[in-house]
């Protein structure tokens, strides 16, 4: 006999498809290697800069905005495809973020920003397959 929590959280007793579990992991990898990223780059601003200023709140920004994204994704991504209708903005959200990592990429041709590029790469095409949204 099912105990309560396992009542409430029928998905858990699913099984997952193999496939479906590749691309879940792969996008939790991408979401917490971002979230890493996100932070560092956030904590790096009082180091780069000297003073408050419009270049350091963008710095800031962009870094709180990679963390936020990555919340989000991380968020979604549950034992099965997400299906809540946010799942779409979540998705759409990813590739307006890859878009501009590559725009900030060409400004900024450093390692790192390869690497937060690829990450949001990963985490997007990874969402396709486990953020379904509502059908």
Known sequence: MPDAHHAAHPVAESPVDPAFARWRRAHRAASYVLAVLALIHSALTATLYAS?????????????????????????????????????????????????????????????AAIIVAALALQAGASQRTLRGTA
């Open 52 to 112: 408050w200023s419009a270049n350091a709140v963008w710095f800031l920004g962009t870094g709180l905005g990679l963390l936020l994204l990555s919340g989000m994704n991380l968020a979604h991504v549950g034992l099965g495809p997400c299906t809540l209708p946010t799942a779409r903005a979540v998705r759409a959200a990813n590739w307006v973020f890859v878009a501009f990592g590559v725009g900030a990429f060409l400004a900024v041709p450093e390692p790192q």
